[in-house]
């Protein structure tokens, strides 16, 4: 194994041969003119071919990969399992369908190379893979649910209300040890859209004097599969983050509104889309606010069950 490198390039995969084939590849295709990074694969359980095609690609350079399984299911589980068998200073995350751009890696370096101990974590660009052509009732509001970022063309300090997204985004791995890591209760579960865990972290990290930075020219190109593509996804995924939200707010300490207030904003919003046009883009904004404050009070009595 590299003895020490910079950066470990994580990626955690779960049945998603075909698309951790291509990231992969783009890892593969990464500058070759400072090669101070290892890679590891975590395979969440796959029952698909991707555990056996990460182990092929491990094998034809072993000094430089390798893959751990972590049995758990769980994304932010196996994001732990990752930085925690890595001993690089820095741990860089791309999803399993996300494919690095030329330069990725050679801004990466570059930001950490600016650190002066206090960078704690480093979100870059998410552009689009269209699947299927954008359909005309896909807004921009609904676009960075597909995990897509563009801050724009600066690079600079982030925001209180700006996160980073997992399909692109480097730690220190002393920042991750302080912070204990993801929270587990966050983060994709099988078929359970939760989220959030990324923001969870970013937040503790900032609470504890550690600088969240956007590089611009960090780009990775993310698949917007033709399955999620359809209004019943976003649906769902509104949904789900609207449970990530209290379940964040929760951990945070952080007031919310209470479970008659949440029904009271899910009411309004359903009279909203029954008034508007059948087939207007005000109807399906305020179809997709419904299901998220549904999910707010799913979160609420889910939280209430744990205490």
């Given at each position: 194994?590299?003895?020490?490198?910079?950066?470990?390039?994580?990626?955690?995969?779960?049945?998603?041969?075909?698309?951790?084939?291509?990231?992969?590849?783009?890892?593969?295709?990464?500058?070759?003119?400072?090669?101070?990074?290892?890679?590891?694969?975590?395979?969440?359980?796959?029952?698909?071919?991707?555990?056996?095609?990460?182990?092929?690609?491990?094998?034809?350079?072993?000094?430089?990969?390798?893959?751990?399984?972590?049995?758990?299911?769980?994304?932010?589980?196996?994001?732990?399992?990752?930085?925690?068998?890595?001993?690089?200073?820095?741990?860089?995350?791309?999803?399993?369908?996300?494919?690095?751009?030329?330069?990725?890696?050679?801004?990466?370096?570059?930001?950490?190379?600016?650190?002066?101990?206090?960078?704690?974590?480093?979100?870059?660009?998410?552009?689009?893979?269209?699947?299927?052509?954008?359909?005309?009732?896909?807004?921009?509001?609904?676009?960075?649910?597909?995990?897509?970022?563009?801050?724009?063309?600066?690079?600079?300090?982030?925001?209180?209300?700006?996160?980073?997204?997992?399909?692109?985004?480097?730690?220190?791995?002393?920042?991750?040890?302080?912070?204990?890591?993801?929270?587990?209760?966050?983060?994709?579960?099988?078929?359970?859209?939760?989220?959030?865990?990324?923001?969870?972290?970013?937040?503790?990290l900032t609470s504890l004097g550690?600088?969240?930075?956007?590089?611009?020219?960090?780009?990775?190109?993310?698949?917007?599969?033709?399955?999620?593509?359809?209004?019943?996804?976003?649906?769902?995924?509104?949904?789900?983050?609207?449970?990530?939200?209290?379940?964040?707010?929760?951990?945070?300490?952080?007031?919310?509104?209470?479970?008659?207030?949440?029904?009271?904003?899910?009411?309004?919003?359903?009279?909203?889309?029954?008034?508007?046009?059948?087939?207007?883009?005000?109807?399906?904004?305020a179809t997709m606010d419904v299901?998220?404050?549904?999910?707010?009070?799913?979160?609420?009595?889910?939280?209430?069950?744990?205490?």
């Amino acid at each position: 194994m590299v003895s020490d490198p910079l950066l470990s390039i994580v990626v955690c995969t779960y049945n998603r041969a075909d698309g951790l084939a291509k990231a992969l590849a783009g890892i593969d295709r990464l500058e070759s003119d400072r090669l101070d990074w290892d890679a590891i694969i975590v395979d969440n359980g796959s029952r698909d071919s991707s555990l056996k095609l990460a182990r092929e690609w491990a094998a034809a350079d072993p000094a430089r990969r390798r893959v751990v399984i972590e049995p758990v299911p769980g994304l932010s589980r196996a994001r732990n399992r990752g930085w925690r068998a890595s001993a690089a200073r820095f741990v860089a995350y791309l999803d399993d369908d996300a494919i690095p751009r030329s330069g990725w890696y050679r801004a990466l370096a570059d930001e950490i190379s600016r650190d002066d101990g206090r960078t704690g974590i480093i979100g870059g660009k998410i552009e689009p893979i269209w699947e299927v052509p954008r359909p005309a009732w896909l807004s921009d509001r609904m676009v960075p649910f597909l995990s897509m970022l563009d801050y724009g063309e600066a690079r600079r300090a982030l925001g209180e209300d700006e996160n980073v997204v997992g399909a692109n985004m480097a730690i220190a791995r002393t920042a991750l040890e302080q912070a204990g890591g993801f929270n587990e209760q966050l983060g994709r579960r099988g078929r359970r859209l939760v989220s959030n865990e990324e923001a969870a972290l970013q937040h503790r990290l900032t609470s504890l004097g550690w600088r969240a930075i956007y590089r611009p020219d960090m780009i990775v190109r993310h698949h917007a599969p033709a399955e999620r593509i359809q209004v019943g996804w976003f649906r769902r995924r509104f949904f789900w983050q609207g449970y990530s939200d209290r379940i964040t707010q929760r951990s945070h300490q952080i007031p919310g509104e209470s479970l008659r207030q949440t029904f009271r904003l899910a009411a309004r919003y359903a009279r909203r889309a029954y008034q508007a046009p059948t087939g207007s883009p005000e109807r399906l904004d305020a179809t997709m606010d419904v299901a998220y404050y549904l999910g707010v009070a799913y979160g609420t009595i889910a939280a209430r069950g744990r205490s």
